[in-house]
């Protein structure tokens, strides 16, 4: 844990060395392009400017000596060695294995997985080949033109994320294939609103879940199934509407889909870590199989850039000591992360499975209690909503947000003079936030009135990274989603958590069981007083 290391108290020293100094001046004349050469970074198709923030080059010394003293090299090549990095659960997290070439030697307890991984790429590619070119046909002769993947957490939110932002590559810009459509929440408004713009003969349903057991996911595929039904579609003809994406073959098939319609994946691949896998069959259906193959190509890049940049120039190693710094020097509950591009709408959402989801614990990997915090809260939207929204806080708030700002510098489908625009504001945000704005500064501009200048300076020195790419294309997604991985990693490793298992939704998941009986008529469980009266008032209504 951070808090243990030897070079802790030296953090801490460090940190009531810097913390009344102040950004702006670090900017002044030439310092500021010093400042800015050294503390940028490119791989993989990104840019990196961390200049922004709160350290100066001893700050990153000192972080990269934690980094080696939390043994983060080590725990690095253990995690691509295919190691049980997964404590709890015993198993390895090879998410890379999936975006890695057919000659890579990645190992799960010992045995190669490329075979098996190149294997249902292929039967993947295949299919998505057949939808999209009408060869694959409902059961009353008719081409696809709807999938609904139906899942939930990991097994819904990394692919509706790539879906929406490469939109522009399926049948809603300029590509063909089918329209997707995400279901994930047990609420049956979800399944039911969307359902009820589409043609049974012409759907198909992708039953995605890693362990084909989660409530949400099952109730939702019982539903759909029942639908196709109801309108005519013979049972013997559901084969033609419903796949699945699973590692549980018994379960898919004690559901009635034919495990020849499954497509495979493997226990060693995280939830909020799948989409690289099977779980991307609703990417390779929506933007066709190469571009599926492209975004793996660009988390690869960043796999290889992870695995062998020194830490001192690695975007992840950086971006994840930055996170620690605040969270846990300057006691930061909260990160948020603020995409300049509409079509990255979603992922925030996705982020917050992933780092939440991963690094929420507080327990080492021994067993012991985490001394300090973990995760922050990470939250956002796309800019420039933020902006008219709780941008004020960040400026003016009691408390210090860093942002994450991400923009790509071009997009496939704006109008003329909106993305200028669009950049703008996310630059001068950064810049704002950084600088803020004085009382002189103020006098200056003609704000002379007394009573209002206590309300409109701004403090300034508020730290941000800002994430630059060319556009989004697939390889460029898929070099950022695995940069987000990889530090939510390099994080995990300087908490001494397991990163890899989620023991936290377990508890509520099961207390929901005996609940759901109750609601459905059973008979009254044992609870707290809050508890059943909450369960009256709602058996009263759903009778
Ligand atoms: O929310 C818990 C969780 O287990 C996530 O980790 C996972 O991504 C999600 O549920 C869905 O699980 P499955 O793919 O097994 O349906």
């Given at each position: 844990m951070l808090n243990d290391l030897p070079v802790w108290p030296r953090l801490l020293q460090h940190h009531r060395t810097i913390r009344s100094l102040r950004m702006r001046d670090w900017f002044d004349g030439a310092q500021g392009e010093d400042r800015v050469a050294r503390f940028t970074l490119e791989a993989a198709g990104l840019y990196?400017?961390?200049?922004k923030n709160r350290i100066i080059e001893e700050t990153i010394g000192l972080l990269l000596q934690a980094a080696i003293e939390a043994g983060l090299p080590a725990r690095r090549d253990a995690l691509f060695a295919g190691?049980?990095?997964?404590?709890?659960?015993?198993?390895?997290?090879?998410?890379?294995?999936l975006r890695a070439g057919p000659d890579a030697d990645y190992r799960a307890d010992g045995k190669p997985v490329m075979p098996q991984v190149h294997a249902v790429l292929a039967r993947m590619r295949t299919f998505s080949e057949q939808i999209r070119d009408g060869n694959?046909?409902?059961?009353?002769?008719?081409?696809?033109?709807?999938?609904?993947?139906?899942?939930?957490g990991g097994s819904d939110l990394g692919p509706r994320m790539v879906c929406r932002a490469l939109a522009h590559l399926s049948v809603s810009g300029t590509g063909k294939g089918p329209r997707l459509h995400f279901v994930s929440n047990v609420d049956g408004t979800e399944l039911a609103e969307t359902l009820a713009a589409l043609d049974p003969q012409r759907t198909l349903v992708i039953v995605c879940s890693k362990t084909f057991t989660t409530l949400e996911t099952m109730a939702n595929a019982h539903s759909a199934r029942q639908w196709f039904v109801d309108r005519g579609v013979p049972e013997d003809g559901l084969s033609r509407h419903f796949v699945?994406?699973?590692?549980?073959t018994d379960a898919v098939r004690a559901f009635g889909i034919d495990p020849a319609n499954m497509f495979e994946f493997w226990d060693w691949v995280g939830g909020r870590f799948s989409?690289?896998?099977?779980?991307?069959?609703?990417?390779?259906?929506?933007?066709?199989?190469?571009?599926?193959?492209?975004?793996?190509?660009?988390?690869?890049?960043?796999?290889?850039?992870?695995?062998?940049?020194?830490?001192?120039?690695?975007?992840?190693?950086?971006?994840?000591?930055?996170?620690?710094?605040y969270r846990n020097v300057w006691c930061m509950p909260t990160a948020c992360i603020a995409p300049y591009s509409t079509v990255l709408e979603l992922f925030p959402a996705f982020l917050q499975q992933l780092e939440m989801e991963s690094n929420g614990?507080?327990?080492?990997?021994?067993?012991?209690?985490?001394?300090?915090?973990?995760a922050p809260v990470v939250w956002g939207t796309a800019g420039t909503n933020g902006q008219h929204a709780y941008f004020q806080l960040i400026h003016q708030g009691s408390q210090i947000v860093p942002v994450d700002f991400i923009a790509p510098l071009s997009t496939p489908r704006s109008l003329p003079g909106h993305h200028a625009k669009l950049l703008a504001n996310c630059f001068a945000q950064a810049e704002a936030l950084m600088r803020g704005r004085s009382e002189e500064e103020l006098r200056r501009?003609?704000?002379?009135?007394?009573?209002?200048?206590?309300?409109?300076?701004?403090?300034?020195?508020r730290p941000s990274n800002m994430l630059l790419m060319d556009n989004i294309t697939p390889r460029s997604l898929g070099a950022l989603i695995a940069l987000y991985e990889h530090r939510t990693f390099v994080q995990g490793v300087l908490w001494n958590i397991n990163s890899f298992d989620q023991w936290g939704v377990e508890l509520g998941k099961l207390l929901a069981r005996p609940i759901e009986a109750e609601l459905s008529g059973g008979e009254a469980g044992s609870h707290d007083a809050s508890t059943s009266a909450l369960i009256e008032r709602a058996r009263a209504v759903l009778k």
């Open positions: 990196l400017d961390y200049s190691e049980l990095v997964n404590v709890t659960e015993r198993r390895a997290a090879l998410h890379m294995a694959w046909r409902g059961h009353g002769g008719q081409p696809i033109t709807d999938v609904i993947n139906l899942g939930i699945a994406v699973s590692t549980n989409l690289w896998s099977a779980v991307g069959l609703s990417i390779s259906l929506a933007l066709g199989h190469d571009a599926f193959e492209a975004l793996l190509a660009g988390g690869r890049e960043m796999d290889e850039h992870f695995r062998s940049a020194p830490l001192a120039e690695n975007m992840p190693v950086i971006l994840g000591l930055l996170g620690v710094w614990k507080s327990v080492q990997l021994d067993g012991e209690p985490v001394r300090g915090d973990t501009a003609g704000v002379l009135d007394p009573a209002r200048i206590p309300h409109m300076r701004f403090e300034g020195n």
